[in-house]
């Protein structure tokens, strides 16, 4: 696998970032987008990268199954938007 991100037609800096990874359970992909220019918005996309994918790591087990795996990223993805509402109010 590999990965590739674009500024855009509006953007003159790319602040995306991604990460192509493997566990022992399955190959993986994760793409933060850079929050539309704002100040520090590539430290943002790249801090949600390594959070995600580290997160992946750490919890998945040996012998998980797909679905367990599935379950799992179901889980980081509400946490992230919790995280997210929290910021906001």
């Not at 997160?55 to 938007?81: F, H, I, S, Y």
Request: a negative charge.
């Amino acid at each position: 696998m590999w990965g590739i991100t674009n500024t855009g037609l509006v953007r003159s800096e790319n602040q995306d970032a991604y990460a192509v990874f493997e566990t022992g359970v399955f190959h993986g992909a994760v793409v933060c987008d850079g929050m539309g220019g704002a100040k520090s918005g590539n430290v943002a996309s790249s801090l949600a990268v390594e959070v995600f994918t580290g997160e992946v790591r750490r919890t998945q087990k040996a012998g998980m199954t797909p679905e367990k795996a599935a379950e799992l990223l179901k889980e980081l993805r509400a946490k992230e938007e919790e995280g997210r509402n929290d910021d906001q109010n």
